[in-house]
């Protein structure tokens, strides 16, 4: 370890001098802030009351949201928040947890109600639920956030015989054209009926927002649009070209292997006659579909797929272009990391890597690396695109973090809007989470005072623990240097 920390010391000469070549093309710095303790930590996500681009002067704060869960029958799991997490960025140890609830078992993903919903912020949703006996899960509402938040009122219908659950947020989408804004998710059960092997049931659904009082209303008529997806549905406008706009679901399916679309051939996007609803297919590979986001990945100004599927032993990150007709286009692939395995051989049931999320600085001018859970793996990496080239899919995978379990639903965003991104990173099996920043080296963001010794990961071979800040530099001649001395 010590050999090659003096190797790396010698190294960073040889970097600086990378960032001032013109073969440079990415350079990410970052360092870890550090860590706070929560048990189990498992999906994080960052949200803000409004839009708008977060301004130094602004008073605009990011507000984190944290589920918490433990498979074991009987144990508590618990929400968390906290409010204006910027204050304390800096100093993660000193990030105080306020509890949201401990009503639910296994809650997922949870997210901020967009304030046009019901005409009132600081909503929070819950989606809950996996594997029995925790099986029985929901989508429920919380309002008051941050302050003295309510009682849940569970949406997902009134209680039935097959149990549900459901990961990700709930999207909220206007499906009946009267003007209020309703629950779309994808939804999951587990099927055990002995002797049989236990079977996966999942399926898109939405749930109608009730002409008065939503908030207050449980139970909320469900419609189910196909089956399928089982954690992950995600509603999108797609252009047709010479035709406008229209309403894609995007469906991908980890037990079904593949990944679909769904939309209605109603002109004005309502999906209240079934016979009207079609579905294509994007990819049906066998793959496991887990994770999802429209963005554009390659920077050549039309938004991509951004998609994980996971595996016990090669995991794969691939960027579909989206056709010009959603409807009867080819959606054109690239693999741009594969290869992720889940170490051991207790891998049964284990799949990596998990979520990946652009890291998209304010200036927005180069293609954004990209950051990945590896779940299962126990790491978390960063995918740093090799050029600027947007036909040009190639990616270095760095690792970030090396963990000792289920690297968890990671988050990031400008938190202080200083111009850096900062990340959250819970490591479900540390009891901890990660708090790094990443800064665009030339984009003249400033970093501000941190705190104490960080993480750097240098290539593959190369891993050392200090509190050396130094560049992410994808060039040639660097990444053959590291090949070479390896
Ligand atoms: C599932 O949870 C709901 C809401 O808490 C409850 O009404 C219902 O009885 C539960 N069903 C089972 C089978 O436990
Ligand atoms: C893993 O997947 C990639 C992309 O699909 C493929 O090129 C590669 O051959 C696979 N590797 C193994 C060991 O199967
Ligand atoms: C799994 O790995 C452990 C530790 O390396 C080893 O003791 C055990 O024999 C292995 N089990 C099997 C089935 O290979
Ligand atoms: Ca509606
Ligand atoms: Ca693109
Ligand atoms: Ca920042």
Not at 277 to 290: H, V
Not at 291 to 299: G, Y
Not at 371 to 385: E, F, M, N, Q, T
Request: proline share 7%; net charge negative.
């Amino acid at each position: 370890m010590f050999v090659m920390f003096r190797t790396l010391q010698h190294l960073l000469s040889f970097i600086a001098i990378c960032i001032l070549l013109p073969l440079h093309t990415s350079c990410v710095d970052y360092r870890e802030l550090g860590t706070f303790n929560v048990d189990v930590p498992a999906f994080s996500t960052l949200v803000r009351p409004t839009v708008e681009p977060l301004s130094a002067d602004s008073d605009e704060v990011y507000d984190l949201l944290l589920s918490a869960f433990n498979p074991q029958p009987g144990v508590v799991d618990h929400v968390w928040g906290v409010h204006d997490i910027g204050r304390t960025i800096n100093e993660p140890d000193k990030i105080q947890l306020t509890l949201i609830s401990d009503d639910f078992v296994w809650p997922n993903e949870v997210s901020l109600v967009p304030e046009t919903v019901f005409a009132e912020s600081g909503v929070v949703c819950v989606c809950s639920g996996r594997f029995p006996p925790k099986n029985n899960g929901s989508v429920a509402l919380i309002p008051g956030w941050p302050g003295n938040v309510g009682e849940p009122v569970l949406i997902s219908g009134a209680s039935q015989r097959q149990l549900w659950s459901y990961t990700r947020a709930a999207q909220w989408v206007d499906m009946n054209g009267d003007n209020l804004l309703d629950a779309v998710v994808a939804r999951f059960s587990f099927v055990l009926i002995p002797p049989n092997p236990p079977s996966f049931q999942g399926e898109l659904v939405w749930f109608e927002q009730p002409q008065s009082g939503g908030l207050q209303t449980p139970d909320w008529s469900p419609h189910v649009v196909i089956q399928g997806p089982e954690f992950l549905s995600l509603p999108v406008r797609l252009t047709i070209a010479g035709a406008g706009e229209k309403l894609a679901i995007l469906c991908p399916e980890y037990f079904g292997g593949k990944l679909r679309v769904v939309w209605t051939e109603d002109p004005g996007d309502i999906w209240t006659d079934t016979t009207l609803i079609r579905t294509a297919t994007i990819e049906e590979d066998g793959e496991r579909y887990f994770d999802l986001q429209v963005t554009d990945v390659n920077k050549d100004g039309k938004d991509d797929l951004l998609v994980v599927t996971s595996s016990e032993t090669n995991g794969t990150v691939r960027v579909y272009e989206i056709p010009d007709d959603f409807r009867t286009g080819t959606w054109e692939r690239h693999t741009i990391a594969s290869g992720f395995s889940v170490p051991g051989n207790m891998t049964q049931g284990k799949g990596t890597p998990g979520m990946a999320i652009p890291l998209r600085f304010a200036s927005d001018l180069k293609k954004p690396t990209i950051l990945i859970s590896g779940d299962d793996d126990r790491h978390a990496y960063l995918l740093v695109p090799s050029s600027d080239d947007p036909a040009d899919w190639s990616y270095d995978k760095r690792p970030l973090l090396s963990s000792t379990g289920i690297v968890g639903g990671i988050s990031s965003a400008d938190i202080d809007g200083d111009g850096s991104i900062e990340a959250i990173i819970p490591a479900y099996g540390e009891d901890k989470v990660h708090v790094f920043r990443f800064t665009d080296e030339t984009d003249g963001s400033v970093t501000k005072p941190t705190g104490p010794a960080g993480q750097v990961g240098l290539a593959g071979a190369l891993w050392v623990a200090s509190s050396i800040k130094t560049c992410l530099c994808v060039c040639v001649c660097f990444c053959m240097f590291v090949v070479s001395i390896t």
